[in-house]
């Protein structure tokens, strides 16, 4: 049976496309395959990073669907992707004079006030955070029938890119990073890339549905916050 790029639409006959280099092992993304990336290829700034915020500006859905079906040698994987972009927004943060995206809390442990430095977890947090919405849309957006490693996928490039919008928009206007002002600005973006991902038109109810995605990733991410929150001041009471 003759095969063909998903790249190039070349003919293939061996493990490489002999015209793009594209592998012809492209099925379906799972878990497996985001651990490989996130063990891998993580920390390898691949060619295609500006060809791929280019293309998640302009057509995100058509990138999203590309890679998902298998034409990735010319997107930089969704990891990596993320990965930098929280990089680049946090080496942004400290040129500002902003070493603190996110400031120290105080909170009351057994009468004792401890203060949490939410920064030094930030990039797991975010990760954490990343898959659990990842469970809400695979909840809200189930008829799409993408499995949920893939929707895993796809809330990298979602939020990474809400993030780099948020950064050029802090840049650009001298807005402080520090500020929680910028948070309606992440929300708009996390519901218009859904909308984009997910949807050919625009309707209102779709974006009451991102709403809903969203809204439900943060209960999620709440209910999770609380039980770290209860971890951790168990593990001071042991201390």
């Not at 401890?114 to 954490?128: A, E, S």
Request: net charge positive; charged share 15%; with cysteine.
């Amino acid at each position: 049976m003759i095969e063909f790029c998903k790249n190039c639409s070349c003919e293939i006959t061996d493990s490489y496309c002999a015209h793009c280099g594209q592998t012809t092992s492209t099925k379906r993304i799972d878990w497996s395959f985001c651990t490989k990336e996130f063990l891998f290829h993580s920390l390898t700034l691949h060619k295609g990073m500006l060809f791929t915020v280019t293309s998640l500006i302009t057509h995100p859905k058509k990138m999203i669907t590309n890679y998902l079906e298998g034409k990735r040698i010319c997107y930089t994987g969704a990891v990596q992707f993320f990965l930098f972009i929280v990089i680049f927004y946090g080496l942004l943060a400290l040129i500002r004079g902003n070493a603190a995206v996110v400031p120290p809390s105080s909170v009351m442990i057994n009468g004792v006030e401890t203060v949490l430095d939410l920064q030094k977890y930030m990039k797991p947090i975010l990760i954490i955070y990343t898959i659990i919405s990842s469970l809400g849309n695979y909840l809200v957006y189930r008829r799409r029938k993408y499995n949920l490693a893939e929707h895993f996928v796809i809330n990298f490039y979602i939020i990474g890119m809400v993030f780099l919008l948020t950064a050029l928009f802090n840049l650009v206007t001298f807005y402080k990073v520090s500020d929680y002002d910028y948070i309606p600005t992440m929300l708009v973006g996390i519901s218009y890339y859904m909308r984009i991902f997910y949807d050919e038109k625009i309707r209102i109810v779709d974006f009451f549905k991102a709403i809903w995605c969203i809204t439900l990733n943060l209960i999620f991410a709440l209910i999770l916050l609380i039980i770290g929150g209860f971890l951790y001041a168990y593990h001071l009471d042991l201390m």
